[in-house]
Nanobody, 116 residues
């Protein structure tokens, strides 16, 4: 299993970023995918997830209405569109998949910094 995140960077408050996670090594279309983030000095938290067929999504209360998770099963890629970014959205964003044995796989993460 390999997960490779991209799209992070420095953005001003109120700005937008689109993160991507390219997946390989497993049948992507069969698995729920998740985005987590870890802010400096804090624990990793779940930001959003999406079911295998993209029929259902869930979001942390802190990002509802601002972030949108989506996926393209033909490209084995999951996305996180982040709008109206706030300084508290700063952190490393990780892509995650959990296999049928409840083993978690993680990418190396992509850093998002929201600052003026």
């Amino acid at each position: 299993v390999q997960l490779v995140e991209s799209g992070g960077g420095l953005v001003q408050p109120g700005g937008s970023l689109r993160l991507s996670c390219a997946a390989s090594g497993f049948t992507f279309s069969r698995y729920r995918m998740r985005w987590y983030r870890q802010a400096p000095g804090k624990e990793r938290e779940l930001v959003a997830d999406i079911t295998s067929a993209a029929g259902s999504t869930n979001y942390a209360d802190s990002v509802k209405g601002r972030f949108t998770i989506s996926r393209d099963n033909a490209k084995n890629t999951v996305y996180l569109q982040m709008n109206s970014l706030k300084p508290e959205d700063t952190g490393v964003y990780y892509c995650n998949v959990r296999n049928v044995n409840a083993m978690d796989y993680w990418g190396k993460g992509t850093l998002v910094t929201v600052s003026s």
